[in-house]
């Protein structure tokens, strides 16, 4: 019956920790990528939060995958602090440093001289262990990633280079633009003032040529002959013109014998108002 009670505990203890296996918060920063030219340092930040127990240790990893599925463990700070180098980073350990910053909350890793052979996800890897019926035991894992992105001087002049042409050819394209519209604008006022001058001395010949006037001819006004034997005068047209009529008169008769010589005239006056 014992058996069957400590079978039970242990099955029960094993499920209770597997259910607490995955709740430890882990994150990376900066991410999800960083760029960082060649010879630069590289410095990451490991987060941890939500430990089941404040008396629990962390264990610390981190790992550098350079294609997926492979990854190479670079640093370990087992739960007592003590830092672990693997791999080539064992014989490079002045490039690779690990330092517990804030206990059990952030963790940073610094990459000294980057080389192109550190381009990659650089992967955080939490473990979160306590005591149970005195063995430590894990209680919760944690994990996080960042890339990083490690930029050669060549590409990097390159990448200047380009940006260099792509500005020069917009400043190139902007000054023909500007002679074209210089170039316009030149002509219209070199037009414009060709105009005006042709004016101007056309002008000045037609004021130098001499006027021939057209003689005038007088018109001698016409008599017309009334039916009752007068002569009517023309009337002329203007304003506050007093207009006059002259008669003809047969002298007065005289004594028989006594020759004449004089003609008698009647002139009536009539105004005409216009």
């Known amino acids: 019956?014992?058996?069957?009670?400590?079978?039970?505990?242990?099955?029960?203890?094993?499920?209770?920790?597997?259910?607490?296996?995955?709740?430890?918060?882990?994150?990376?920063?900066?991410?999800?990528?960083?760029?960082?030219?060649?010879?630069?340092?590289?410095?990451?930040?490991?987060?941890?939060?939500?430990?089941?127990?404040?008396e629990n240790l962390l264990a610390v990893r981190?790992?550098?995958?350079?294609?997926?599925?492979?990854?190479?463990?670079?640093?370990?700070m087992n739960k007592f602090g003590g830092v672990q180098y693997y791999g080539n980073y064992s014989r490079n350990k002045e490039r690779v440093h690990l330092y517990e910053e804030r206990v059990g909350a952030r963790y940073k890793l610094l990459v000294l001289n980057l080389r192109q052979t550190d381009q990659g996800h650089y992967i955080c890897k939490v473990q979160e262990i306590g005591k149970h019926k005195s063995k430590w035991t894990a209680w919760s894992n944690g994990t996080a990633a960042t890339e990083i992105k490690?930029?050669?001087?060549?590409?990097?002049?390159?990448?200047?280079?380009?940006?260099k042409n792509r500005t020069w050819w917009f400043f190139e394209d902007l000054?023909?633009?500007?002679?074209?519209?210089?170039?316009?604008?030149?002509?219209s006022v070199l037009l414009f003032t060709l105009i005006i001058a042709c004016q101007s001395i056309f002008s000045k010949r037609r004021s130098r040529a001499p006027r021939v006037n057209a003689p005038r001819v007088a018109h001698k006004?016409?008599?017309?002959k009334h039916q009752s034997g007068k002569v009517i005068l023309p009337k002329i047209a203007?304003?506050?013109?007093?207009?006059?009529?002259?008669?003809l008169m047969k002298p007065p008769k005289l004594a028989k014998g006594?020759?004449?010589s004089t003609v008698y005239a009647q002139i009536l006056f009539e105004e005409n108002k216009l």
């Open 258 to 260: 006594v020759p004449t």
């Open 221 to 224: 006004p016409k008599l017309l």
């Open 175 to 187: 000054y023909l633009y500007a002679v074209f519209v210089c170039s316009v604008g030149i002509i």
């Open 238 to 247: 203007e304003e506050s013109l007093t207009y006059a009529e002259l008669e």
């Open 1 to 54: 019956m014992m058996h069957i009670f400590w079978v039970t505990l242990a099955l029960l203890s094993e499920a209770l920790i597997a259910d607490v296996c995955e709740g430890l918060n882990v994150t990376v920063s900066p991410g999800p990528a960083v760029r960082y030219m060649e010879g630069a340092n590289a410095t990451l930040f490991c987060h941890v939060s939500q430990k089941k127990r404040t």
């Open 150 to 163: 490690v930029i050669s001087y060549q590409a990097s002049d390159e990448s200047t280079s380009e940006n």
């Open 62 to 76: 981190w790992a550098l995958s350079l294609s997926p599925g492979q990854e190479h463990l670079m640093i370990k």
